[in-house]
């Protein structure tokens, strides 16, 4: 089935510790956006890429890093992790940036 | 201010009402509109994509657009257990490499049998 995967769907992850949250799709799109999801606040973009080789910064891009090396992938890291980044994540895809988006089922990452 | 505001609700409506969810926004610029759908932890999943003013219908979900106003709204009709769930609107200036979308914060909707 097309769509979006995300790994892992969820995390309990050590202050401090470097942490790689995977998305990959296989539409074909080219455009994707990490998002996170936060109670109150709604989805807020965290980094973007518009075209494989590529990358943007949204709302909230500290603490993160992107990739963007090929139209598939789009890793998000955190290098150094800390409790406030305890979210849902959500990737997604759309064709082309700035058209209607297709999202993952989402990370749930805690950070202790 | 935030671009786009959206009561959070929670909004509580018996089987078969008629649901209406309105979302605002403060930037002329916005042509694409769009509401998604998001089940208790679930991923958001695309239900209605609208181009610039007026109303699209799709099955029991009309979307209308009013620029003038800077006032989208989502109706649903005979409203089922099933579309309890939480509603975004989200919008966009258009398809270009520069555009991202911009989020509600979402409205939680529960349909009681």
């Known amino acids: 089935i097309a769509g979006i995967t995300q790994a892992p769907t969820s995390q309990i992850l050590a202050a401090g510790r470097r942490m790689t949250l995977r998305c990959t799709q296989d539409?074909?799109?080219?455009?994707m956006y990490w998002y996170r999801q936060d109670l109150g606040l709604g989805l807020r973009l965290i980094h973007y890429s518009n075209t494989a080789g590529t990358t943007g910064k949204g709302e909230v891009p500290d603490g993160y890093s992107v990739s963007r090396a090929n139209t598939d992938d789009f890793p998000l890291t955190l290098a150094s992790a800390v409790p406030s980044q305890t979210s849902v994540y959500f990737c997604?895809?759309?064709?082309?940036?700035?058209?209607?988006?297709?999202f993952g089922q989402g990370t749930r990452l805690t950070v202790v | 201010q935030k671009e786009v505001e959206q009561d959070p609700g929670p909004l509580s409506v018996p089987e078969g009402a008629i649901v209406s969810l309105n979302c605002t926004y403060s930037?002329?610029?916005?042509?694409?509109f769009m509401w998604y759908r998001q089940y208790s932890r679930k991923g958001p999943e695309l239900l209605m994509y609208?181009?610039?003013?007026g109303n699209k219908e799709d099955g029991r979900f009309t979307a209308q657009v009013d620029k003038s106003s800077k006032y989208i709204s989502l109706f649903i009709r005979d409203s089922q257990p099933s579309d309890s769930a939480t509603y975004l609107c989200?919008?966009?200036?258009?398809?270009?490499?520069?555009?991202?979308?911009?989020f509600g914060s979402g409205t939680r909707l529960s349909i009681r049998p």
């Open positions: 539409m074909r799109h080219n455009a």
């Open positions: 609208t181009y610039s003013s």
């Open positions: 989200a919008m966009n200036k258009g398809y270009s490499s520069a555009s991202k979308i911009i």
């Open positions: 997604a895809s759309s064709k082309q940036g700035g058209t209607e988006a297709f």
């Open positions: 930037n002329s610029a916005f042509q694409y």
